[in-house]
């Protein structure tokens, strides 16, 4: 499906149901389990597509459901706090034994959840981003990724992200089936570029006064959280998952960072792409930005 000649390691690709995913997900068997996942009434779940604000907004959730509790450096870090949900580490069974509200991570499309998510009366907040940050994003994360270790340039990358050969893809595929869900379910789809504006304590039901949102709103700020071990990702090079040679994990948190890697004719090739692929119906992004 992809070059191999762009990866340093040995990575597959497969498609599933009109998404594509990476072989670990594919050849563990999970995705055939997860129609038998429970969600319950008081999970509270993160949905996204890769590269898209997922652990600002899974931290900004942790903290307005423990009493606005800050993690720091001896916290537990992020994934245990707030398990993958498809990924083998740690597996839906031991996310199933969790007892208590569970906290869940997924970048599944909505058309793949485990079917028990509509009658559940769970929490799922959609965090999406202007696809061209995330194009840029993703590129560094699959160069920071020791189990992918792209060294294709990013022109190289852009072509595969609109030819729908990266993880998650397609793109837009993926966003829609999170717009069709909250016509008949209470999910909340919040956009990276207005997420500061997005009263997330109300979709969750969570009074705060106002600063006790600004302590939530300050301990999330891109800086905190690059700083603090337990959400930054770090320990990841440590355990070899990631190349230390290739930046961070949170590497700048800005809007608009696509300026900084679009030639004139990449953005030709994805104004073309986005006029094809882009619904009519969901959010239009602010390209601009």
Same mark, same amino acid.
């Given at each position: ?13 497969? #498609? ?23 969600? #319950?009434?008081?999970? %509270?779940? +993160? ?9 600002? %907004? ?59 998510? !509509? ?46 050969? !990266? ?8 966003? #829609? ?9 209470? %999910? ?29 709103? !300050? ?23 990631? @190349? ?9 948190? +800005? %809007?608009?960072?696509?300026? @900084? ?29």
């Amino acid at each position: 499906m992809v070059d191999d000649n762009l990866f340093k390691s040995r990575i597959s690709l497969y #498609r599933y149901k009109g998404f594509i995913f990476p072989g670990e997900i594919i050849l563990s068997g999970i995705l055939q389990e997860l129609p038998k996942f429970q969600f #319950r009434e008081n999970d %509270v779940i +993160v949905a996204s597509f890769p590269k898209s604000g997922t652990t600002w %907004v899974q931290e900004i959730v942790y903290m307005l459901t423990h009493n606005l509790e800050k993690s720091d450096d001896s916290s537990e870090v992020l994934e245990t706090r707030f398990p993958y949900l498809e990924y083998p580490y740690p597996g839906i069974k031991s996310i199933a034994k969790q007892k208590g509200q569970r906290h869940i991570k997924t970048h599944l499309p909505a058309t793949i959840l485990p079917p028990s998510f !509509v009658s559940s009366g769970a929490k799922l907040i959609y965090i999406t981003r202007n696809p061209k940050d995330t194009i840029v994003s993703y590129w560094h994360f699959v160069r920071l990724l020791s189990t992918v270790s792209f060294i294709g340039s990013f022109r190289e990358f852009l072509q595969l992200f609109l030819s729908d050969k !990266v993880p998650y893809g397609p793109f837009y595929d993926h966003l #829609r089936t999170y717009f069709d869900l909250q016509k008949t379910q209470n %999910v909340l789809i919040i956009t990276y570029e207005d997420l500061k504006e997005n009263p997330i304590q109300y979709y969750l039901q969570v009074p705060v006064t106002d600063s006790e949102a600004f302590d939530v709103a !300050v301990a999330t700020t891109f800086r905190s959280m690059s700083e603090n071990k337990s959400v930054n990702y770090e320990h990841w090079k440590d355990i070899g998952f990631a @190349n230390k040679n290739e930046g961070k994990f949170l590497r700048k948190g +800005v %809007v608009g960072d696509w300026k @900084n890697y679009f030639t004139p004719e990449m953005l030709k090739d994805f104004e073309s792409w986005r006029i094809k692929n882009e619904p009519d119906e969901i959010c239009k992004f602010k390209n601009n930005l």
